[in-house]
């Protein structure tokens, strides 16, 4: 019973360390290696640019569905009207962060693991190594780059469509007067708010490009292997986006309470 017990314990420790090992050698590499900014510039076309239509999609569609349910509801309490700052703050703190976090490590994820773990069983990673570049500046390093400065942003803008298209959903169709909408989605959104949607991003960020990268370099056995490793990398990085997501929102309700606005 222990042993079988201990055995996934120890598998989950050394994966820890793993993890641990490749922020070492990311952070090295920002601080000492060459700063790649085409690479970097690529992959902000890739991760930011072309994220762009499900990012939109998602938070809109959200958004809408956020306020006809919240809207089902509030309207038995005559308070229809404060279904845009539900919406709103419920964008900008919970949903949009967690379910762009979410699609991006599907999308982006997924295809880093699988780019850099064909060049892992194919030998392009010792083909980098054998002409004195340092694979960690080349395929890790410019990618993190990019999913810190995109996802942030993809947040606002999932967020942004999300609260428009409640506006829609609120006034067009369940005919809440458009000024007490607007009024109370000013009122109860803050900067804090906000605040959250961007630490919220850098930080799913940074695990998409740790767990994702780090499976495509340990990716082995050909075919089979980057596709265990591409499923590996969907899976842990959706797990870890809501698993942080749970502490930071405990954590960022110190910094930024929720009722800090109107």
Request: proline share 3%; hydrophobic share 55%; glycine share 12%.
């Amino acid at each position: 019973m222990l042993a079988a017990i201990g055995r996934p314990l120890l598998g989950f420790i050394n994966y820890l360390g793993e993890l641990a090992e490749l922020t070492r050698q990311i952070i090295e590499s920002l601080l000492l290696g060459k700063q790649r900014w085409r690479l970097m510039i690529d992959q902000l076309v890739e991760i930011g640019f072309r994220s762009q239509p499900v990012v939109i999609i998602t938070g809109a569609f959200v958004g809408a569905v956020l306020a006809a349910q919240g809207l089902f509801q509030l309207s038995g309490l005559k308070m229809e009207s404060m279904g845009g700052a539900l919406v709103s703050v419920g964008m900008l703190r919970e949903l949009g962060p967690t379910l762009t976090g979410i699609m991006l490590a599907g999308r982006v994820g997924a295809s880093m693991s699988a780019e850099i773990g064909t060049m892992k069983v194919t030998e392009q990673i010792d083909a980098l190594r054998s002409m004195s570049v340092h694979p960690i500046d080349y395929l890790v390093t410019p990618r993190l780059i990019a999913m810190i400065v995109s996802v942030p942003l993809l947040i606002t803008e999932a967020a942004a469509f999300g609260i428009a298209a409640s506006w829609v959903v609120g006034t067009q169709t369940f005919g809440v007067s458009e000024a007490w909408w607007s009024l109370h989605t000013r009122e109860h959104t803050d900067l804090a708010d906000i605040y959250i949607a961007l630490i919220k991003g850098s930080v799913f960020g940074v695990l998409i490009v740790l767990i994702s990268c780090h499976q495509g370099l340990k990716a082995s056995h050909g075919a089979v292997g980057v596709g265990q490793g591409t499923t590996r990398a969907m899976v842990f990085s959706s797990l870890a986006i809501l698993i942080f997501n749970f502490f930071l929102t405990m954590l960022m309700n110190i910094f930024f309470p929720i009722g800090l606005a109107g």
